[in-house]
């Protein structure tokens, strides 16, 4: 039954087993084991790392603490052993018998983001004898008590940091408030906030800036240097300014219809009555039915009526009703009219109101003819014209062309257009430079007795000219229309003035053809006497003729 086994007495499981050779060397062994107990410290298994030398608590003395280490060692239990002991006293793999306690084995635990918690009541104080897998020092359960009974703080937390402890609070420095943490957080997202605000801010404001500086082109306003203004009156009198102030408040624009036709033209103010001289073929579409409408420079309108008209010089008269305080435009002298002298011609080409043209006289005593739409003849002009270069455009007919001293000496009637065909506003051509106006002195005579007797009275000589004679100067023709080429009793017959007689000059100027001896004949007054060259069978002549007179229409 007991073979095999030791018949030795066992070992204690205070005392380390030796092998077995005899009673006296276990005596040996076992009897200094019960005479000399050693402390608690010495029996418990300590780990092969090192405890790192335990720091003073503040406050504490060095004789203190060993005092206090002493009692509690001397109070302690014994520990008692995990399991029974070994009857055959090998221990393991070379290490301590089957007495000894297992060392603590701890797993690591991770570290929590907001800091590594402190184990509650760690302490460095020195008698600790066990450690964990780091090399801390464990306190054992007696030791944490009597630490919890001190009545010194720890000055310090790293003193009691413990890497594999489980997360409770986070290491904080001392002194640190409670929830220093969120505090942070707050003043993150004030900081934040404060941010956004301070961006908001600046991109409206930088907007602001772009958007004045493309506006105004940068961010200094350009102001450009700039005379101060001057009264329009200011101008001088005898400048195209100051002509056209003068002058601008008599001229009108007239708005005819009547018939089926319509047309616009230009007139100006002779007397405070409403007399309103402008030309025939102006108020020709009103004919004997139509409206009159009257716009002044002013914008100001009225109604006009016909006083009287006159094909063969392409003049009428017309009176504006119901208005007062009217201002006529002075009258020059045609006669005084010079070539080259500055002239302001002003209309409404185009319905283009008070548009106001400059040029200069071109040239004098222009015979030209106009009209001729009917084909008989009987709406056929003949004005000795003054020839200007300022701008007449259809519009302007009927407008007062002045000279420098805001004075009438012309009514614009025609124009050369550029197709070289010759007529009062017949083509609708712009000018071209070519414009023609109708002495203010025949408009003179005309105008007023159109507004004292109705009608006009055209100076004669009495014979029939031959319109179709292709030789220079103009041919008295052979029969009239009616009668004689030479009517009995006139003008002509008393001059001696005979059939195929040819007249080449009139008061010593040329004469080309019929039309110009006509234009010549009208330029003057019923009862102006007039020389005239004759040429009769190749001997020229000098007669004397005075002028007869005859109804215009």
């Known amino acids: 039954m007991n073979e095999g086994r030791p018949t030795g007495p066992k070992a204690k499981w205070w005392s380390r087993p030796v092998p077995v050779h005899g009673a006296q060397e276990r005596d040996q062994v076992t009897a200094p084991a019960a005479a000399e107990p050693r402390p608690a410290e010495a029996v418990e298994p300590t780990s092969t790392v090192a405890a790192p030398a335990p720091q003073r608590a503040a406050g504490v003395e060095p004789a203190s ?145 772009g958007a004045y500086i493309e506006r105004n082109g940068g961010i200094t306003r350009v102001e450009l240097p700039q005379a101060q203004p001057v009264d329009g009156k200011g101008r001088a009198p005898d400048s195209v300014a100051g002509i056209a102030a003068s002058a601008l408040p008599s001229v009108v624009t007239l708005h005819v219809s009547g018939a089926g036709e319509q047309g616009t033209g230009t007139g100006f103010v002779l007397d405070a009555k409403g007399h309103i001289l402008t030309n025939d073929h102006v108020v020709e579409p009103a004919g004997t039915d139509g409206t009159i409408n009257i716009t002044f420079s002013g914008g100001q309108t009225a109604k006009a009526e016909l006083v009287g008209k006159d094909s063969g010089y392409d003049l009428a008269v017309v009176r504006v009703l119901g208005v007062d305080g009217l201002k006529p435009l002075p009258l020059g002298n045609s006669e005084n009219v010079q070539v080259g002298d500055p002239v302001v011609a002003i209309g409404e080409p185009f319905d283009l109101q008070n548009t106001v043209t400059s040029g200069i006289i071109s040239a004098k005593e222009r015979p030209i003819t106009a009209g001729g739409e009917k084909g008989d003849g009987s709406d056929v002009s003949y004005v000795n014209a003054l020839q200007t270069d300022a701008p007449i455009n259809p519009g302007n007919s009927g407008g007062p062309l002045v000279d420098a001293q805001a004075r009438v000496i012309g009514i614009n009637s025609a124009i050369r257009a550029a197709d070289n065909s010759a007529g009062l506003e017949g083509s609708q051509g712009g000018s071209i430079g070519l414009g023609f106006a109708i002495p203010i002195n025949q408009g003179k005579r005309v105008a007023e007795e159109l507004i004292n007797t109705g009608k006009a009275t055209h100076p004669v000589i009495g014979v029939t000219l031959d319109m179709k004679y292709a030789g220079d100067g103009a041919r008295v023709g052979t029969k009239g229309a009616d009668g004689p080429s030479v009517t009995p009793g006139g003008p002509g017959a008393r001059a001696g003035i005979a059939p195929r007689d040819v007249i080449t000059e009139v008061n010593g100027q040329k004469v080309h053809n019929g039309q110009e001896l006509i234009v010549k004949i009208r330029a003057h007054r019923p009862g102006d006497r007039l020389e005239l060259t004759v040429v009769r069978a190749g001997k020229e002549r000098t007669v004397s003729v005075t002028l007869g007179s005859a109804d215009g229409n």
Do not use: C, F
């Open 65 to 209: 603490q060993e005092a206090a280490a002493g009692a509690e060692s001397a109070s302690q239990v014994r520990p008692q052993p995990l399991h029974a002991p070994d009857p055959y006293a090998t221990p393991p793999y070379g290490g301590p018998g089957p007495w000894a306690p297992a060392p603590p084995v701890q797993r690591p635990v991770a570290t929590p983001p907001q800091g590594t918690s402190v184990p509650p009541g760690a302490s460095g104080a020195p008698g600790v004898a066990s450690t964990n897998g780091a090399g801390v020092p464990m306190a054992t359960p007696h030791q944490h008590h009597h630490q919890q009974q001190q009545s010194h703080p720890q000055t310090s937390h790293w003193l009691q940091y413990d890497p594999w402890a489980a997360p409770q609070q986070p290491l904080v420095h001392p002194g640190d408030p409670a929830g220093g943490g969120r505090q942070k957080e707050g003043r993150r997202g004030t900081l934040l906030v404060g941010a956004l605000l301070i961006a908001l801010v600046a991109g409206g404001i930088g907007g602001g800036v």
